[in-house]
């Protein structure tokens, strides 16, 4: 009898070593699912971030390239210029601008915002007067500045914070 109690607590005590390992490995197996759920998220954040930046950065590049041809039309050629060249790209900058707005972190929403008002500015100039390709060039200047670089900045902050910590990004708390 003593060896059937022996038996017997050995094999509860085998049985609560396997099911403590099994919690265990199913726990820890839980615990990657779980983080490598947190890290696709975080890439498809940041690869989404990338685009919606990039959508933003190239609108306003061509939108700047749109204003120059504005800029030196005569002034008899402003009002077709600026509705066959400049009003679809003002339309895909808005757009880009508004996906910013509602899914990135407030810096680069501040960032992108100051480069919208400066293209703003900067479209006032071009309607104004006819201006030389170097006359331009200098009043671009002055009003763009480095605000597309405060863009790049910005996005490249929060890419790589997404990249530093996955958690990061996955809601604008």
């Known amino acids: 009898m003593p060896f059937d109690v022996v038996a017997l607590i050995t094999a509860v005590a085998s ?15 839980v615990g990657s699912e779980r983080e490598l759920l947190l890290l696709t ?5 940041r690869q989404g ?8 950065l190239s609108a306003t590049q061509d939108g700047v390239l749109r204003l120059r041809d504005l800029a030196i039309a005569e002034m008899a050629d402003k009002d077709d210029v600026d509705k066959e060249l400049v009003w679809p790209t003002v339309d895909r900058v808005n757009t ?3 996906a910013i707005k509602v899914n990135e972190p407030d810096d680069l929403v501040d960032a992108a915002n100051a480069l919208d008002r400066a293209m703003v500015t900067l479209a006032k100039a071009a309607r104004e007067r006819v201006y030389t390709i170097d006359e331009w060039r200098q009043k671009r200047s002055e009003i763009i500045g480095l605000t597309p670089e405060r863009v790049v900045d910005a996005a490249r902050r929060q890419a790589e914070l997404l990249q530093g910590d996955p958690r990061r990004g996955l809601s604008r708390e």
């Open 15 to 29: 049985a609560v070593i396997a099911a403590g390992a099994a919690v265990w490995t199913s726990l820890r197996q």
């Open 96 to 98: 880009a601008l508004f």
């Open 49 to 56: 971030l990338t685009s919606r930046s990039s959508a933003f």
């Open 41 to 45: 998220q975080a890439e498809q954040r």
